[in-house]
């Protein structure tokens, strides 16, 4: 559906953009990272709102690296909404299909839960009920590929949590392509089959959300997706040794390094690392615990109380980088 083949964009002193990325039909792929990573660079060169230095952009077999915006059969979903004052809901459909087809445009909106709404101006919708115009809007246009760019930001977490999966559920069952991209981990492992994670402008890893998350090749990777704890460790023929345990690591053979992971990744054993809780952390079902470990302080996800010590041993081979990533 979508292919990047050795893009590349210079922005002078700011740094040099440079991607390869293939994007099967019907596939959402969420591009993650931290701001000034490059996403909505990637996002506008798809769309043809920048034209690349070097390389080429394909949708299925037509090369469409230096073709206008309008000529891409693409629809953009904005974070702002980017709704027209003056037109209803409704409107908005009619006025970006092909065919103008009232019935369909009222399915459509029914089908991203504004049935009955079709009447009403902007001024007269919620944040949710705007977006959810936006939505439809880009699917009334039957895009080749959907660009989503920080959708959900503007809306407060629960009304961002229930419309991330719906618009998910809907662009599957249409079977829309998609380009999501977003700084929120949690939209990437809720909504995506896949997550490009992009840092200083290129793609550092590409995999499942759960592969990500599980096994980051690089800090950059691994930071993206948070709940990270890191501690600076020496690493010695591919073990790492801390307060007289010795644990297996994935990463460098030798030398100095960040010993990375997971919240989950460390769970009470008799053999394990001793630690003193220092202080406990409730949300969402989950007990949080923030822990000495001797060589550094850490976040576990522990039944433990305070001033309690506990023997922590890792539930999966853990990973080492270098400070650089």
Not at 135 to 161: K, T, W
Request: aromatic residues 4%.
């Amino acid at each position: 559906m979508l292919q990047l083949e050795q893009v590349t964009k210079s922005f002078g002193k700011a740094g040099v953009f440079e991607v390869n990325l293939h994007l099967e039909h019907g596939e959402i792929l969420a591009v993650l990272g931290a701001s000034g990573s490059g996403k909505t660079t990637l996002l506008n060169l798809v769309a043809g709102l920048v034209v690349p230095d070097l390389g080429r952009v394909y949708l299925g077999q037509e090369e469409v690296t230096r073709q206008p915006p309008e000529k891409r059969g693409l629809a953009y979903v904005f974070q702002d909404h980017a709704l027209w004052p003056h037109l209803s809901a409704l409107d908005h459909l009619l006025l970006v299909m092909k065919r103008s087809d009232r019935a369909q445009a009222q399915r459509l909106l029914a089908r991203v839960g504004l049935a009955g709404l079709d009447a009403r101006k902007p001024h007269q919708l919620s944040g949710g009920q705007k977006q959810r115009v936006a939505l439809a809007r880009a699917l009334a246009a039957r895009p080749r590929l959907l660009l989503l760019d920080e959708p959900y930001s503007s809306l407060d977490p629960v009304l961002r949590e229930e419309l991330r999966l719906e618009v998910a559920s809907i662009l599957r069952a249409e079977q829309v392509s998609a380009l999501h991209v977003t700084h929120d981990p949690d939209e990437a492992l809720a909504v995506a089959d896949r997550v490009a994670v992009m840092d200083g402008g290129r793609i550092v890893q590409m995999d499942t959300p759960a592969g990500v998350y599980a096994q980051p090749q690089t800090l950059p990777a691994a930071r993206a997706f948070g709940r990270l704890n890191l501690l600076a460790v020496q690493v010695q023929g591919g073990r790492v040794h801390l307060n007289g345990q010795t644990w297996a690591v994935q990463g460098l053979q030798t030398g100095a390094g960040l010993l990375a992971f997971r919240y989950e990744d460390l769970q009470p054993g008799p053999e394990g690392l001793l630690a003193k809780v220092l202080a406990v952390y409730g949300g969402r079902g989950e007990r949080l615990c923030r822990l000495d470990l001797g060589v550094g302080e850490a976040v576990v996800a522990l039944e433990a109380a305070p001033g309690e010590q506990v023997r922590l041993a890792p539930t999966r081979v853990l990973t080492v980088f270098t400070a650089q990533g």
